[in-house]
C-alpha cells in the first residue's frame, strides 16, 4: 500500500461515493473499484460497505481511515522538511481557498509567487471556510485563506483583508427604489436596510456556507422571514442568477463583477463586514514554501496589483 492508496481510501471516505470520488481523483469509477478492492484484499477485510446511497465505513475502515489521516499528516510534514533543504528551488504548497473567492482573488497572488518561485507548485484545495478549517486540522493543506472568526480551528491566522458582505442585484431591480446613499471612506456608496426589502425574493447559499449563515442570521436577528426562490446555491450560482433579475443575493465586495446589469447595495447604513485571514494547520511544520507563499499575500507588490 502506498501514498495514493490512503488518498484514495480518504477521498472516498469523506464522498461517502466511490464515483464522486472519482471524479475528485480524476480516475475512471472502474480503476478506483478495483484499487479498492486490491487494498480490501491485501487486508484481509472490507473496509467499506456499499449501500443504495454511497458506501459507508466499516469498523475496520474507520481504524484504516485514522491510521492513514495520521499517515499522511506525517508524510507531508516530512516532504515539507526535505523540500525546505532546496532552499525554495522545487517544492509544492497545497492551498485552501472556497471556489467563489478564489476565482477573483488568489490568480493576481499565484501570478507573482509564481514569477518569485517558478519551480514551486500550488495545488489548490476548493472548498467553503468551515471544511477548510477542518483540512487544516487534519493537515492535508499547508496554507488557507478563510473567514474569521474561527469555528473549529485553535491556531494563530493573520487576517489579511476586510471584505464587505453585501447584496447582489439586477441593475432595473425594483429594491432600488429604496436605496439611500451613504459615506464610505471618501465615497458614496448605496445602501439598503433588509426590512424594506421584505417583499422581494432572495437566492441564498446552503446554511453550510459563510454567506448561507450570514444571510440567515441577519434575518433572525431583524425577525424576518424572507421569500425564498432558491436556497443551496453556490455563491456564484447565486449572484449570477441575482443578475438575470430571479432574486436577490448576498455575495462579497471582494467578488463584485462590473457588469452593467448589475448593482451591488450595502446591507444597512453600517455595512456587513468580515475578515479573511490566512492560517496555517495548528502545531505543524510551516514549510519554506508555505510561508513564501503567506508573503506574497501579505506583500506590497501584490497591494498594487
Not at 484514495?8 to 480503476?31: G, P
Not at 460497505?49 to 475502515?61: D, M
Not at 499528516?73 to 485552501?96: P, S, T
Not at 443575493?249 to 451591488?264: G, I, L, M, P, R
Amino acid at each position: 500500500m502506498n501514498i495514493s492508496d490512503l488518498i484514495c481510501l480518504l477521498t472516498i471516505a469523506e464522498e461517502r461515493s466511490i464515483s464522486k470520488a472519482a471524479k475528485k481523483l480524476f480516475m475512471a469509477q472502474s480503476s478506483l473499484s478495483q484499487s479498492l478492492q486490491e487494498i480490501e484484499s491485501e487486508l484481509g477485510s472490507r473496509l467499506f460497505v456499499r449501500t443504495s446511497t454511497g458506501v459507508r465505513l466499516t469498523p475496520a475502515g474507520e481504524q484504516m481511515i485514522a491510521y492513514a489521516e495520521h499517515a499522511l499528516v506525517d508524510y507531508r510534514q516530512v516532504r515539507n522538511q526535505i523540500q525546505d533543504m532546496e532552499e525554495l528551488k522545487a517544492g509544492k504548497v497545497e492551498f485552501g481557498v472556497s471556489t467563489f473567492r478564489g476565482s477573483y482573488l488568489i490568480p493576481k497572488v499565484l501570478r507573482l509567487f509564481k514569477k518569485k518561485y517558478p519551480n514551486i507548485q500550488v495545488e489548490i484545495t476548493e472548498a467553503n471556510s468551515m471544511e477548510l478549517e477542518q483540512h487544516l486540522i487534519a493537515g492535508q493543506i499547508d496554507l488557507a485563506l478563510i473567514v474569521l472568526p474561527l469555528m473549529k480551528l485553535k491556531s494563530d491566522v493573520k487576517v489579511w483583508l476586510k471584505d464587505e458582505v453585501c447584496l447582489a442585484v439586477s441593475s432595473d431591480h425594483p429594491v432600488l427604489e429604496y436605496a439611500k446613499e451613504t459615506e464610505k471612506n471618501g465615497k458614496m456608496y448605496q445602501y439598503v436596510d433588509l426590512e424594506d426589502a421584505v417583499e422581494f425574493e432572495y437566492v441564498l447559499s446552503g446554511y453550510d456556507t459563510v454567506l448561507g449563515n450570514i444571510a440567515r442570521n441577519e434575518f433572525k436577528k431583524r425577525e424576518i422571514k424572507p421569500k425564498v426562490y432558491n436556497a443551496n446555491l453556490t455563491a456564484f450560482f447565486a449572484a449570477s442568477m441575482a443578475r438575470s433579475g430571479l432574486g436577490m443575493a448576498f455575495t462579497y465586495a471582494s467578488c463584485k463583477e462590473n457588469y452593467e446589469d448589475v448593482t451591488y447595495l450595502s446591507i444597512g447604513r453600517e455595512g456587513i463586514y468580515l475578515d479573511l485571514a490566512l492560517a496555517f494547520p495548528p502545531d505543524g511544520y510551516r514549510s519554506k514554501a508555505a510561508r513564501a507563499l503567506e508573503a506574497c499575500f501579505l506583500s506590497s507588490e501584490f497591494l498594487k496589483e
